[in-house]
């Protein structure tokens, strides 16, 4: 089991920019990649990008490309989600979450099986 805790969360003006942390525990050897998502009430949760743990392949949601970049520690227990301009539907719970699965390409909402228990964002216009 992989224990994930995120930091970072809190309200910014539309156009401004934000960092988020996770920081994984526990049996982080076993991950393979290591994402972030978001949801908002009433709404399936969102893929926003990924990262897998050894090397850099990387994965974005459309909604966000070119706005967000997400990165890693060197040894790849601290994954980071970078937001640049930001708006206001960007407003959400941010979850990160990682995953054992190993799959070409972009992996699957259902192969994440450990999840933090999210951080809000909120960007006002």
């Known amino acids: 089991q992989v224990h994930l805790v995120e930091s970072g969360g809190g309200l910014v003006q539309a156009g401004g920019s934000l960092r988020l942390s996770c920081a994984a525990s526990g049996r982080t050897f076993t991950t393979y990649a290591m994402a972030w998502f978001r949801q908002v009430p009433g709404k399936e949760r969102e893929f926003v990008a990924s990262?897998?743990?050894?090397?850099?392949?990387?994965v974005y949601g459309e909604s966000v490309k070119g706005r967000f970049t997400i990165s890693k520690d060197y040894a790849g227990n601290t994954v980071y989600l970078h937001m640049d301009s930001l708006k206001p539907e960007d407003t959400a719970v941010y979850y990160c979450?990682?995953?054992?699965?190993?799959?070409?390409?972009?992996?699957?909402?259902?192969?994440?099986?450990?999840w933090g228990q999210g951080t809000q964002i909120t960007v006002s216009s």
């Open positions: 979450a990682a995953t054992t699965v190993a799959r070409p390409g972009a992996p699957r909402k259902t192969d994440f099986r450990s």
């Open positions: 990262i897998r743990r050894n090397g850099n392949y990387t």
